[in-house]
C-alpha cells in the first residue's frame, strides 16, 4: 500500500453527555476537520478512538459510520485489535466488508503470547481478509513487545501484512526494522516525542492523534522533513514537542476530548474508567494550545 503515508490522524470516539450513547454526528465533524486540515489518512478506533472500551454493537456503528463518512477521500485505517483471534478476525471482516484501506492488528491478550502464538494470530487474521494488515507494536498497552526479528518473519509468512507501526519509544528498533528489513518493509512511527528522529530512520509515516489540534503543524513537520529540510524539521517539532509530551503523558481520549472541546466541538468525556483532564490539566493543555496558534 504506497499510498499509506504522511500523517495518519487518528479519531476520538464521541460519547453524549453524562455517559451518553454514541454521539456520531459529532464523529463525523471530526472526521471531516482531520480530512479538510489536510491528513493523510485516518485511522479510526485505536487507542484515542477508545475502541477496547466499547461494547461489539458500538465498534461496529463506530467502523461502519467512519469508513462510510470518509467515503475514499483518504484512505482508512481501521483498528481491529481484540482480545481473542476469533474476534479480531471477525472485526477485520466486517472492516473489510465496509471498505477499510487497512486493518491494523495489536496482539493484545491478558495471558503473555509466545512467538509461535503471536505469529497464528497474525496468520488467522491474514488468511480471513484480503486487504493490507499494518502489524502494530506497541507493549505498554498489550503487554506484548514484538522483536524486530518476530516482526520480520511474521511479514514473511503472513502476505498481507505488509506494513509496521512502531509504538516502543525506542528509535533503534526503525533503525533495525529499515536495516534488517533492507528498507522493503514500511514503517510508521507511533510515539509523538519521536516523531522527527523517526522520519530520520526512514518512516514513511506518523500515526498520531495531534492532527485533531495541530494538524498544520504535523503535516509541515512531514513536508519538511520528505524535503530533506533539517533545519526547518527540528523548529517545527520542538515547537510542537510540549503539546507531544502532553498528549502522551495526560492520555490521549483525555487529552484530545479536551482540547477539541477548547475549539469548539463537544465530543464527550472518555468512557470510564478514564477519567476527564482535570481542570490544571485543562488550563495546561489550553496554555500550550495558545503558544501555537
Known amino acids: 500500500m504506497s499510498n499509506i503515508h504522511g500523517i495518519i490522524g487518528y479519531t476520538i470516539t464521541p460519547f453524549g453527555a453524562?455517559?451518553?450513547?454514541?454521539?456520531?454526528?459529532?464523529?463525523?465533524?471530526s472526521i471531516d476537520r482531520l480530512i479538510d486540515s489536510g491528513v493523510h489518512a485516518i485511522a479510526p478506533l485505536g487507542?484515542?478512538?477508545?475502541?477496547?472500551?466499547?461494547?461489539?454493537?458500538?465498534w461496529d456503528q463506530?467502523?461502519?459510520?467512519?469508513?462510510?463518512?470518509?467515503?475514499?477521500?483518504?484512505?482508512?485505517?481501521?483498528?481491529?485489535s481484540d482480545l481473542t483471534t476469533a474476534k479480531a478476525v471477525r472485526r477485520a471482516r466486517f472492516a473489510e466488508a465496509h471498505g477499510a484501506d487497512v486493518v491494523m492488528v495489536l496482539p493484545a491478550s491478558y495471558w503473555k503470547l509466545t512467538e509461535a502464538?503471536?505469529?497464528a494470530h497474525y496468520r488467522a487474521i491474514g488468511d480471513s481478509i484480503g486487504v493490507p494488515i499494518m502489524l502494530y507494536n506497541n507493549p505498554a498497552t498489550s503487554g506484548t513487545d514484538m522483536?524486530?526479528?518476530?516482526?520480520?518473519?511474521?511479514?514473511?509468512?503472513?502476505?498481507?501484512v505488509t506494513m509496521v507501526k512502531e509504538s516502543t519509544g525506542d528509535i533503534q528498533r526503525m533503525h533495525?526494522?529499515?536495516?534488517l528489513g533492507e528498507g522493503q518493509v514500511p514503517f510508521y512511527n507511533g510515539c509523538n516525542p519521536l516523531a522527527l528522529e523517526a522520519f530520520a530512520a526512514g518512516a514513511k509515516g506518523w500515526c498520531t492523534a495531534a492532527p485533531n489540534l495541530?494538524?498544520?503543524?504535523?503535516?509541515?513537520?512531514?513536508?519538511a522533513s520528505l524535503a530533506g529540510d533539517l533545519a526547518k524539521a527540528r523548529e517545527l517539532f520542538y515547537r510542537q514537542l510540549p503539546l507531544l509530551d502532553f498528549i502522551l503523558k495526560g492520555g490521549l481520549p483525555a487529552t484530545i476530548k479536551a482540547g477539541l472541546r477548547e475549539t469548539g466541538l463537544e465530543v464527550g468525556d472518555p468512557r470510564l474508567p478514564v477519567f476527564p483532564l482535570s481542570e490544571t490539566g485543562r488550563g495546561q493543555l489550553l496554555a500550550i494550545l495558545?503558544?501555537?496558534?
Open 117 to 119: 502464538e503471536i505469529l
Open 290 to 293: 495558545k503558544t501555537l496558534r
Open 176 to 179: 533495525k526494522l529499515q536495516l
Open 62 to 80: 463506530v467502523a461502519e459510520f467512519s469508513i462510510k463518512h470518509v467515503a475514499k477521500r483518504v484512505p482508512t485505517i481501521v483498528s481491529v
Open 18 to 29: 453524562h455517559g451518553g450513547g454514541l454521539d456520531l454526528p459529532a464523529l463525523g465533524q
Open 147 to 160: 522483536s524486530v526479528d518476530l516482526i520480520l518473519r511474521i511479514v514473511g509468512a503472513v502476505e498481507n
Open 47 to 58: 487507542s484515542t478512538g477508545e475502541g477496547a472500551y466499547l461494547s461489539d454493537a458500538e
Open 214 to 223: 495541530i494538524a498544520q503543524l504535523n503535516l509541515d513537520l512531514y513536508a
